[in-house]
């Protein structure tokens, strides 16, 4: 799980490098399950 976090966090730092300026799309439904948080889908608007 430790090296699954760490690559996650590696995918988002380089994302955020290539395509910085975007946002969840307004009216995501945030499901909690315990102690997370979720999205049953993960649309994104961009910024032009």
């Known amino acids: 799980m430790h090296l699954a976090r760490l690559e996650l966090a590696v995918v988002l730092e380089e994302w955020h490098k290539v395509i910085p300026h975007y946002r969840i799309k307004e ?22």
Do not use: C, H, N, P
């Open 27 to 48: 009216g995501a439904e945030l499901i909690e399950r315990g102690s997370q948080l979720t999205l049953k889908d993960l649309e994104l608007e961009w910024d032009v």
